[in-house]
């Protein structure tokens, strides 16, 4: 393939944007990765704390790597491979353990058969049935869901006929779901997965209960260390460590400490940003920051339809994260959720630190909103209204937390992939 004049250029070194470029270089285009802060991993990069060493806002605990996969294999070596040369790898997590407001205690395996026989003997054969049964409902929503925003952009509204809309339960909230397994520990987690993305339950769609059918499906994981280096166990953010060692292996400019002030737009057409330093020129712009940033940087009356179906959204809430340290050892990773009866989760994280132990806490409870944590459900409607990967500005393409594929990490990576699909076909037609 013929080298194009002028790069593409991805604003933001966040997974999305982490994603998109690694793919786009590996397919042989000239990338520049623009990124306001002085290291790449947005939300997921590590800080270094006093005392605490390298702590993460990132949970230790990752469900559904397959995207993970997916982005090393087409991107050059896989996962494994990439984290075996610093002598890390990727293993299964340990059940996790729910604490209920009347002090019960539950800890849930992910594999089907072990959860029926935990649910059985915990709350008889009725309700675990009942359970088994709602996620193999949900096994069904996933199918539905993946040519939806995760494996293909959401760019139509006939995508979601009625045929779509009835399998994705669509008329209903997470709330009722919830209601319907009649048994309170597990209505509340249940409601859980609405706090988890930010929302409430009563404005949140049923479908989105499908994380617990995915949990279910591909299990739980955790960073495993090499015995050198046990303070990594747990630590997510050395996935985008060895993301940004791959960006490095294909040639990626990257570019730390440039704030973009702007997208160039000339024609009708984006052609490059503009930051501090000067303009940059571009073959095309894939912009990886929140939707409301991406407003901010774009010129009065442009991508209308982008703008209209913005000030209809609102960002998502971000729990309150805090970590600290108890003197007790711990020999693995062990995830904690704590909920209270209407299932609003305390979610903590406990991790090796030497002869102590790292606890980093994510408290629903006091959650803010953050526009870089996606978008709040208010409905069914607002699925569609999320920014699409090609929004209406040609040369433009958007990837984050709050695309279609929803705000997980493991879903931001897809969108970054859609992102670099998307970019990748038009500059190899032109």
């Keep these: 393939m013929a080298r194009a004049a002028d790069p593409v250029i991805v604003v933001g070194g966040g997974l999305a944007g982490m994603a998109a470029a ?30 605490l060493g390298l702590v993460d ?62 649910l059985t003997e915990a709350y008889g054969p009725a309700v675990a049935a ?32 009625r045929d779509v809309r009835t399998r994705l339960r669509a008329r209903r909230s997470l709330a009722a779901l919830a209601a319907g397994l009649d048994e309170p520990h597990l209505t509340a987690l249940v409601r859980s997965v609405a706090h988890r993305h930010g929302s409430t339950p009563e404005q949140t769609p049923a479908w989105v209960a499908v994380d617990l059918a995915v949990s279910r499906t591909f299990g739980h994981w ?30 990626v400019q990257v570019h730390l400490d440039a704030a973009v002030d702007a997208v ?57 994260v805090t970590h600290g340290r108890e003197d007790q050892p ?18 903590s994280y406990r991790r090796p630190l030497g002869d102590a132990t790292l606890v980093s806490r994510h408290d629903y409870g006091h959650a803010s909103p953050d526009p870089a944590a996606g978008v709040a459900w208010h409905g069914f409607r607002d699925w569609r209204r999320r920014p699409p990967v090609v929004p209406d500005l040609a040369g433009l393409y958007a990837a984050s937390a709050s695309a279609a594929a929803g705000s997980g990490p493991s879903q931001v990576v897809l969108s970054g992939a859609l992102a670099s699909y998307a970019c990748h076909d038009r500059l190899a037609a032109s």
Excluded: M
């Design 330 to 347: 711990c020999s693995g990773v062990l995830e904690t959720v704590e909920l209270s009866a209407d299932g609003v989760p305390v979610v």
């Design 222 to 251: 955790q960073v495993q260390a090499p015995a050198d280096r046990p303070a990594d166990t747990g630590r997510s953010s050395v996935l985008t460590e060895v993301l940004a060692a791959r960006l490095a292996t294909r040639r």
């Design 57 to 118: 806002g990132a949970p230790a605990v990752l469900g559904f790597p397959a995207p993970w996969r997916d982005l090393f294999r087409k991107s050059g070596r896989p996962l494994e491979v990439e984290l075996a040369r610093s002598g890390h790898a990727l293993v299964p997590a340990a059940p996790v353990r729910y604490v209920f407001a009347d002090g019960s205690v539950l800890a849930l395996p992910t594999e089907r058969g072990q959860q029926y026989a935990v």
């Design 264 to 320: 160039l737009v000339e024609g009708g057409r984006a052609v490059g940003v503009r930051t501090a330093a000067g303009e940059l020129r571009a073959d095309a712009v894939i912009v990886t920051t929140d939707p409301w940033q991406l407003d901010a940087l774009l010129p009065a009356r442009t991508a209308p339809r982008l703008r209209r179906d913005l000030r209809r959204l609102h960002p998502a809430g971000a729990p309150a």
């Design 130 to 161: 009942r359970w088994r049964d709602l996620l193999d409902g949900l096994d069904e929503v996933w199918q539905t869901l993946r040519p939806l925003g995760l494996e293909a952009e959401l760019v139509d509204r006939r995508q979601l006929n």
């Design 22 to 51: 690694a793919r786009l270089a590996k397919a042989g285009h000239p990338v520049d990765l623009v990124e306001r802060h002085s290291s790449l991993g947005g939300r997921w990069r590590a800080t270094d704390v006093a005392g």
